[in-house]
């Protein structure tokens, strides 16, 4: 998969357009303008990609456009369609944090999934009865597929939830997604019931077998549990995460292995081979699509292959010898094994 950020804004608190920033400090210094992705990089692109058999690959299996807040961006239908000449597999991930049907946010959405664009969605508990509800209700009328991030902080967070999803897709004639999530409520009670502190091995033990995916033709959803984390004041990511704090959480790379998944696109161009949304920060780029000739971009990925190789070489060192978490000069992050 490629993941392309098409948009800096968050609109965290203003919900709607937004004009000016007060949440990331370096967005204050710069116009609205250069918060979005145009037209022009995107096409910038999509050559690129159908130009370098890597990110060409990547991109057959699916583009996704996100952010920041993707629906921020006024030019996504238009970006959607530069990257649909790509791939017909093209979505977008929204928070769905929407104040009204006559929002600009809420039109981009629609004419997006009237074009065939998956809208994808991640599950915001304080966001849910004021807006992520009844716009979800309008989705199941325009398009009849849905991946839901479930991004959880501990299993009281993931089961409450769970319950939300459940009880949204109870009423609903989609039988075969009740059930997967109630199978997923009813393993989350045991864990809360029987094992409340457990560990990540555990919660994986007894989640493992569950399917991520209710597949029927009237109606695909997929789910993806996602642990929460810290970060600290310099922006990095911590090494164990919030539900399960015993255990570092530690993030296979396949690129260090010469396998490359996955490939994040930031608005600059620079390109990092894992879900790098900025607080894992990941030194080693694999070139810059929008500035890099196909040919640089293949030598830089080969060649930032062999960085990533040796740095987490290193990491595995210092976790043996009780160093876990120090910074190897490859710019590594210490969680990347």
Not at 111 to 132: F, G, H, K, N
Not at 163 to 190: R, W
Not at 201 to 206: P, R, S, Y
Not at 245 to 259: F, H, M, W
Request: aromatic fraction near 8%; charged fraction near 25%.
């Amino acid at each position: 998969m490629l993941s392309i950020f098409v948009e800096t804004s968050c609109n965290r608190y203003n919900r709607d357009e937004c004009e000016f920033c007060h949440v990331y400090e370096p967005l204050m210094e710069h116009p609205v303008s250069e918060w979005h992705l145009t037209v022009q990089q995107a096409q910038v692109m999509a050559d690129k990609i159908q130009n370098v058999e890597a990110l060409n690959s990547l991109a057959q299996q699916e583009i996704n456009l996100t952010g920041g807040e993707a629906s921020q961006n006024p030019d996504i239908v238009e970006i959607s369609k530069v990257f649909q000449s790509v791939t017909p597999h093209v979505c977008l991930h929204t928070n769905l944090d929407i104040l009204s049907k006559k929002s600009q946010r809420w039109q981009r959405l629609v004419e997006l999934m009237e074009r065939d664009v998956r809208i994808d969605i991640t599950l915001y508990p304080t966001a849910w009865e004021r807006s992520q509800k009844y716009f979800l209700e309008e989705m199941l009328k325009l398009q009849s597929k849905l991946i839901v991030n479930v991004v959880f902080e501990s299993l009281a967070d993931l089961q409450n939830q769970i319950g939300l999803l459940l009880n949204f897709f109870q009423n609903k004639s989609f039988i075969h997604v009740t059930e997967l999530l109630q199978s997923y409520a009813e393993k989350v009670a045991i864990l809360i019931e029987k094992h409340p502190n457990c560990d990540e091995k555990l919660f994986t033990v007894i989640m493992g077998d569950t399917e991520a995916f209710a597949n029927k033709p009237e109606y695909i959803f997929g789910i993806s549990l996602l642990p929460a984390f810290s970060i600290d004041k310099n922006g990095y990511r911590e090494m164990t995460s919030l539900p399960f704090p015993r255990d570092r959480y530690l993030i296979g790379c396949p690129a260090a292995r010469g396998s490359i998944d996955i490939m994040t696109v930031q608005q600059n161009g620079e390109m990092t081979p894992c879900c790098d949304v900025g607080n894992l920060k990941c030194q080693p780029k694999f070139g810059n699509i929008l500035q890099d000739s196909p040919k640089e971009i293949m030598g830089k990925m080969e060649g930032s292959m062999k960085i990533l190789a040796s740095g987490i070489s290193k990491n595995h060192e210092n976790i043996k010898s009780g160093r876990a978490g120090e910074q190897v000069e490859e710019g590594i992050p210490p969680y990347c094994s």
